[in-house]
């Protein structure tokens, strides 16, 4: 059963009519309680459990504060920045990772080492686990196995980096190396990290360690709010809703991807969705000019616009086919700057809209580049239309791209042309089968394999692991089937516009080059954006909008260039009856 803890820091900070902390001897316990907990089992060297939450003694009414922290409770960046250490990290010009998290994790080694067991705050650094086996940076390389193909797999390698190089660099400058090692500073970081709170006192912007406060688990939608009280010199922590008396009291981490959850909170939730049913998981899509492209030194120099390297070195970047190996890989390394990484969810928020706007960048075609990067006078922009006197298998498209002049590749918020959108949704494929090819397994395994309690028991490590793979397969998968339902629906819109073409008498090169007769064909772009929408079990509702609105929109400027393109042809021919020589 669950034990529990009696804490004996200070009656005001951690005894509460109203609250109780309780630890868990094992997962069943914990579920026995509140099947909401998402938390990481460990067991510290003593073979005490790590696993706790904070519960209701009593009934606890809206708009209740459960919980005041005083003041002098609070350990505060400032207070970091008053220890000898500190101090000399004030006095230097050192580039620190998160220097809020460096003040917090400095007092709390120097207090622990310098006062020890006479400090202010010594039952509550008896109370902070002893290990943190939860965190990535501590896990085992047969647990970090499981995120194979993740990028968190990186950021967990830059994570240790970073936190070495604070470490010795604060060394280099101070007493610190006597005060704690490596291991231990990166227990403190991660401690700081976990636990602190951006709080404003005295109008002051600055983070803290809340002792007991902390103690809080995770769990979306909120239950619970906090804040410093000006006014009563407290943090607290107020209830928004009923609290059964026995029920585990909750803060909300907020709305974050699972990565961000596991790379810094440990753990990850198993069914990450807001009541609306968005989920924030998010995958990272990296985004890269080939080399191969004839337009790449063209397509550098808008790829680059608007960055702060951006210089016109980057214009003779290309690789030359017959370059030795050294050179190539200078040039490789030079070239692997210019990715762009995205990271997108199933939504179509701004990350969303940048991915397609730097995708219809990578994939534009030289009449198409010269129009959305060249800004000239809308009066000059005649001169870049197609000749259609010349040939009649000129792209169309260039015709309604040209009407559009782009700051940066970031900006290209509305498609091209079809060509051009067809050409982006066929690149997106390709990025998500490279993405997919790195995991060892398919999201359907994933999903079997979190069914298996015995292989993947709760709140352990490669469950969590699991989970994060399991969540950046999802949001590649509903990329994956954006691109095809785009795709199938520019099927249909090419056939409109053939239709179109054939009762007005025009041949229009459309975006595969190709116009195949379809004889067979029943539907228009109508028909099928209305199946979509009566299909509750359908497409993503992002998906549909996307081929609705905005697809919609390229398909009637398709049929007015069509038209503008008769009316050309008909002027000419006109001309031509007339004795014109062209």
């Given at each position: 059963?669950?034990?529990?803890?009696?804490?004996?820091?200070?009656?005001?900070?951690?005894?509460?009519?109203?609250?109780?902390?309780?630890?868990?001897?094992?997962?069943?316990?914990?579920?026995?309680?509140?099947?909401?907990?998402?938390?990481?089992?460990?067991?510290?060297?003593?073979?005490?459990?790590?696993?706790?939450?904070?519960?209701?003694?009593?009934?606890?009414?809206?708009?209740?504060?459960?919980?005041?922290?005083?003041?002098?409770?609070?350990?505060?960046?400032?207070?970091?920045?008053?220890?000898?250490?500190?101090?000399?990290?004030?006095?230097?010009?050192?580039?620190?990772?998160?220097?809020?998290?460096?003040?917090?994790?400095?007092y709390l080694l120097w207090d622990k080492k310098v006062n020890g067991e006479n400090s202010f705050f010594y039952p509550y650094y008896e109370?902070?686990?002893?290990t943190l086996r939860n965190m990535p940076i501590f896990w085992t390389h047969q647990e970090l196995e499981f995120l194979k193909g993740s990028?968190?797999?990186?950021?967990?390698?830059?994570?240790?980096?970073?936190?070495?190089?604070?470490?010795?660099?604060?060394?280099?400058?101070?007493?610190?190396?006597?005060?704690?090692?490596?291991?231990?500073?990166?227990?403190?970081?991660?401690?700081?990290?976990?636990?602190?709170?951006?709080?404003?006192?005295?109008?002051?912007?600055?983070?803290?360690?809340?002792?007991?406060?902390?103690?809080?688990?995770?769990?979306?939608?909120?239950?619970?709010?906090?804040?410093?009280?000006?006014?009563?010199?407290?943090?607290?922590?107020?209830?928004?809703?009923?609290?059964?008396?026995?029920?585990?009291?909750?803060?909300?981490?907020?709305?974050?991807?699972?990565?961000?959850?596991?790379?810094?909170?440990?753990?990850?939730?198993?069914?990450?969705?807001?009541?609306?049913?968005?989920?924030?998981?998010?995958?990272?899509?990296?985004?890269?000019?080939?080399?191969?492209?004839?337009?790449?030194?063209?397509?550098?120099?808008?790829?680059?616009?608007?960055?702060?390297?951006?210089?016109?070195?980057?214009?003779?970047?290309?690789?030359?086919?017959?370059?030795?190996?050294?050179?190539?890989?200078?040039?490789?390394?030079?070239?692997?700057?210019?990715?762009?990484?995205?990271?997108?969810?199933?939504?179509?928020?701004?990350?969303?809209?940048?991915?397609?706007?730097?995708?219809?960048?990578?994939?534009?075609?030289?009449?198409?580049?010269?129009?959305?990067?060249?800004?000239?006078?809308?009066?000059?922009?005649?001169?870049?239309?197609?000749?259609?006197?010349?040939?009649?298998?000129?792209?169309?498209?260039?015709?309604?791209?040209?009407?559009?002049?782009?700051?940066?590749?970031?900006?290209?918020?509305?498609?091209?042309?079809?060509?051009?959108?067809?050409?982006?949704?066929?690149?997106?494929?390709?990025?998500?089968?490279?993405?997919?090819?790195?995991?060892?397994?398919?999201?359907?395994?994933?999903?079997?394999?979190?069914?298996?309690?015995?292989?993947?028991?709760?709140?352990?490590?490669?469950?969590?692991?699991?989970?994060?793979?399991?969540?950046?397969?999802?949001?590649?998968?509903?990329?994956?089937?954006?691109?095809?339902?785009?795709?199938?629906?520019?099927?249909?819109?090419?056939?409109?516009?053939?239709?179109?073409?054939?009762?007005?008498?025009?041949?229009?090169?459309?975006?595969?080059?190709?116009?195949?007769?379809?004889?067979?064909?029943?539907?228009?772009?109508?028909?099928?954006?209305?199946?979509?929408?009566?299909?509750?079990?359908?497409?993503?509702?992002?998906?549909?909008?996307?081929?609705?609105?905005?697809?919609?929109?390229?398909?009637?400027?398709?049929?007015?260039?069509?038209?503008?393109?008769?009316?050309?042809?008909?002027?000419?021919?006109?001309?031509?009856?007339?004795?014109?020589?062209?």
């Amino acid at each position: 059963m669950a034990t529990t803890t009696t804490i004996t820091m200070i009656s005001i900070i951690f005894y509460h009519q109203q609250l109780e902390l309780r630890e868990y001897d094992a997962p069943n316990d914990m579920e026995k309680e509140e099947e909401k907990k998402e938390q990481t089992t460990s067991k510290s060297q003593s073979g005490d459990s790590e696993m706790r939450g904070v519960h209701a003694r009593t009934h606890l009414a809206p708009n209740t504060v459960c919980m005041a922290i005083p003041r002098r409770c609070l350990i505060t960046v400032e207070m970091g920045q008053e220890t000898p250490v500190g101090q000399a990290i004030l006095r230097s010009d050192l580039d620190l990772d998160a220097p809020k998290h460096i003040f917090l994790m400095v007092y709390l080694l120097w207090d622990k080492k310098v006062n020890g067991e006479n400090s202010f705050f010594y039952p509550y650094y008896e109370i902070l686990p002893e290990t943190l086996r939860n965190m990535p940076i501590f896990w085992t390389h047969q647990e970090l196995e499981f995120l194979k193909g993740s990028y968190l797999l990186q950021q967990i390698q830059d994570r240790n980096e970073a936190i070495a190089e604070d470490y010795h660099a604060i060394c280099q400058i101070s007493p610190l190396a006597k005060i704690c090692t490596l291991d231990e500073f990166k227990w403190a970081r991660m401690c700081v990290c976990s636990r602190n709170f951006g709080l404003q006192i005295d109008g002051h912007r600055t983070s803290a360690l809340v002792p007991h406060a902390d103690m809080l688990n995770h769990y979306r939608p909120r239950e619970t709010k906090w804040t410093f009280d000006e006014d009563r010199q407290a943090f607290t922590i107020t209830t928004l809703q009923p609290i059964p008396a026995g029920s585990q009291v909750y803060d909300s981490y907020g709305q974050k991807c699972n990565h961000r959850f596991l790379l810094n909170y440990g753990f990850a939730v198993e069914d990450n969705r807001e009541l609306d049913g968005f989920c924030p998981n998010e995958v990272p899509l990296e985004l890269s000019l080939s080399q191969d492209d004839p337009l790449y030194p063209q397509k550098l120099d808008f790829w680059m616009r608007g960055e702060v390297t951006h210089t016109s070195q980057y214009h003779h970047h290309s690789i030359p086919n017959n370059s030795h190996n050294s050179n190539s890989n200078s040039h490789h390394k030079m070239a692997s700057s210019y990715t762009k990484r995205v990271r997108v969810c199933a939504s179509n928020n701004e990350n969303t809209r940048l991915l397609f706007s730097l995708l219809r960048a990578m994939n534009c075609n030289a009449d198409e580049l010269r129009a959305i990067s060249t800004p000239v006078a809308n009066e000059m922009r005649s001169l870049f239309a197609p000749d259609h006197s010349s040939s009649s298998s000129r792209n169309a498209a260039a015709a309604a791209a040209v009407s559009s002049y782009y700051r940066s590749c970031r900006d290209i918020r509305h498609p091209l042309s079809i060509r051009n959108e067809r050409a982006v949704m066929l690149n997106l494929l390709q990025l998500i089968s490279q993405a997919l090819s790195r995991y060892p397994t398919s999201l359907s395994q994933d999903k079997t394999d979190l069914l298996d309690d015995r292989m993947f028991p709760p709140y352990s490590n490669k469950r969590h692991a699991k989970i994060q793979v399991r969540g950046e397969k999802e949001v590649l998968h509903h990329f994956a089937r954006w691109a095809r339902t785009a795709m199938e629906v520019m099927d249909v819109i090419e056939q409109d516009l053939k239709e179109e073409q054939q009762r007005g008498g025009v041949e229009v090169q459309l975006g595969r080059g190709v116009v195949v007769d379809d004889s067979s064909r029943s539907c228009g772009f109508d028909y099928i954006i209305r199946r979509m929408e009566e299909d509750e079990d359908g497409v993503h509702h992002t998906v549909l909008r996307y081929c609705a609105d905005v697809l919609g929109s390229l398909r009637r400027e398709e049929f007015k260039n069509l038209r503008r393109q008769r009316a050309v042809m008909a002027a000419t021919s006109s001309k031509k009856g007339e004795g014109y020589i062209f």
